[in-house]
């Protein structure tokens, strides 16, 4: 590897991670603030008002949790995707009558890796509604 190739690595990396911490952090910038009408609110709606804070609460979390799932679920696949694809592609440039069995494990491999992001958006939609 040579300098360009590094640096453009560490580029990649980088930006990779400012993407995932802005994902993450939608949820968060999405989340509204209901304690300003408890400043004048009498006991009882405090009570209420603090119970719903508590919901709100435990809403974005469920939310904060659903949002790190899916894009670790999805990021992982799409780098699981990506590797097998170029290898295939290497296989097959090499191996050229080996093309059928190549791209019949390819296809199959790639079946498996969406199955396992599938699970895990179905696990996410459980978290939100059932939880």
């Known amino acids: 590897m040579n300098a360009k190739q590094r640096k453009l690595k560490k580029l990649a990396i980088i930006l990779l991670a400012v993407i995932a911490i802005l994902a993450i952090s939608i949820p968060v910038f999405a989340a509204t603030n209901g304690d300003a009408a408890t400043t004048t609110a009498t006991a009882e709606t405090a009570v209420e008002a603090a119970a719903t804070t ?16 899916v894009g670790i679920a999805a990021a992982g696949g799409a ?29 199959l ?15 996410v939609i459980l978290i939100i509604f059932v939880l």
Do not use: H, N, W
């Open 109 to 123: 491999g790639l079946v498996f890796i969406e199955t396992a992001i599938i699970y895990a958006l179905l696990v």
């Open 54 to 69: 508590t919901a709100d609460s435990t809403t974005g979390l469920k939310a904060l949790a659903s949002a790190i799932a």
């Open 79 to 107: 780098v699981g995707m990506g590797l097998s694809a170029g290898k295939a592609v290497e296989g097959i440039a090499r191996q050229p009558e080996a093309e059928s069995k190549i791209r019949t494990t390819l296809m």
